[in-house]
């Protein structure tokens, strides 16, 4: 197996191609507005986010995820998504002036879970137990969102610590490590 810079470099090139991937299925499904973008939307979990997560973990030499353990760490993450996902279907749902937003929308909800499924496959094989709730707000806060008419990519060097930063850790050195961090940013 590779040093974890290498493989987080490599993680960081994978989610680039699937956010662009996402923008493209996305932007073109505003042209037509609702309800195509519901469509779409639904295609891209088993065509963008599955395989993503799925190479991910063959990345840092995890086994795939479960059912019923991914559909616990979504149910985790559910309200730190929701504004993203609420946004996405208001402004997204418009034909033409949907494209712009679909495109934007899809290139920050792949990059948050992009990175979501990163952490937790550099940290180790079990996903149970993890403090994903925690994890996005962490993600959120190291990479602001603060414009939601612009999207930013994540800065590579920032990811690259972040990662490495939790590579092969447990889970309790994991949520501990999180929980520090996040009390960090909130003390700046």
Do not use: H
């Amino acid at each position: 197996m590779e040093t974890g810079i290498g493989l987080a470099e490599q993680a960081y090139d994978i989610i680039q191609k699937k956010s662009e991937d996402n923008t493209i299925a996305q932007s073109l499904s505003g042209i037509f507005g609702w309800p195509i973008t519901i469509g779409t939307d639904i295609a891209v979990i088993p065509m963008i986010y599955v395989p993503l997560w799925d190479r991910l973990r063959e990345l840092f030499s995890r086994s795939n995820v479960a059912q019923d353990a991914a559909t616990n760490i979504i149910k985790g993450i559910i309200g730190e998504i929701f504004v993203d996902i609420a946004f996405d279907k208001f402004m997204g749902n418009i034909p033409l002036v949907g494209i712009y937003f679909n495109a934007i929308c899809a290139k920050n909800m792949t990059w948050r879970l992009g990175i979501l499924f990163t952490m937790l496959a550099a940290r180790g094989e079990e996903v149970e137990g993890m403090d994903v709730k925690e994890t996005m707000a962490l993600i959120r806060k190291v990479f602001p969102q603060s414009d939601m008419f612009k999207f930013i990519t994540p800065e590579k060097e920032k990811f690259l610590k972040l990662i490495n930063g939790v590579t092969n850790l447990n889970q309790e050195d994991f949520n501990r490590k999180v929980d520090k961090m996040l009390d960090m940013i909130d003390e700046l």
